[in-house]
């Protein structure tokens, strides 16, 4: 009698086990998530073994496919020819995306908008960005650079060795970035 209420007593616990893990995705259940982590180790070995054979990470592999096939079309299509030079691109290797308008600093979306790509040599693209974009301000204001914002002129202390004489950063940035370095 005492065998048979110990036997129900481990089924009612597999069973209440069982509730407990049903209601959970099945990722965070015990077994699955030993196949998880074998799975993701089996991944890891496969990546070294394409990498040791192609001779460079898998990642650069598939990054410098993607860049060929793309060049392929845009050459089928006839739209290797450069943004910013206007000259036909020749080769794979000097292919790069471009955008129109500067995303950086100015709004998210411009990075996704597919009228603001263009194509362009690596040499014409890297100068463009190397370009800094002049941000235009009202007389008697100034960008700080911490705090991302306009402010007057006399919310900047004195700097002669920068080409609008002003620091790059707020009196009340600086005056934060001290208190926290202390």
């Not at 799975?39 to 070294?48: Q, T």
């Not at 000259?87 to 000097?94: A, C, G, L, R, V």
Request: with cysteine.
């Amino acid at each position: 009698m005492a065998e048979w209420l110990k036997a129900s007593a481990r089924k009612a616990d597999v069973s209440k086990q069982y509730r407990r893990f049903k209601s959970y995705p099945i990722r965070q259940c015990g077994g699955i998530m030993k196949t998880t982590e074998h799975g993701r180790r089996a991944a890891e070995k496969s990546n070294r073994k394409k990498s040791k054979f192609l001779g460079m990470s898998i990642s650069t592999a598939k990054s410098k496919l993607v860049r060929l096939l793309l060049f392929s079309f845009a050459e089928e299509l006839g739209r290797n020819t450069c943004y910013r030079c206007k000259q036909t691109i020749e080769t794979s290797e000097d292919f790069t995306i471009d955008h129109k308008e500067p995303w950086l600093h100015n709004d998210l979306d411009l990075f996704w908008d597919l009228e603001n790509i263009a194509f362009s040599h690596h040499g014409c693209n890297s100068s463009a960005a190397r370009r800094p974009t002049k941000i235009t301000r009202p007389n008697g204001t100034s960008w700080c650079s911490r705090c991302q914002s306009l402010l007057d002129k006399e919310e900047f202390s004195k700097n002669c060795g920068d080409p609008h004489g002003l620091s790059w950063i707020c009196k009340k940035c600086t005056r934060n970035y001290r208190r926290s370095r202390k």
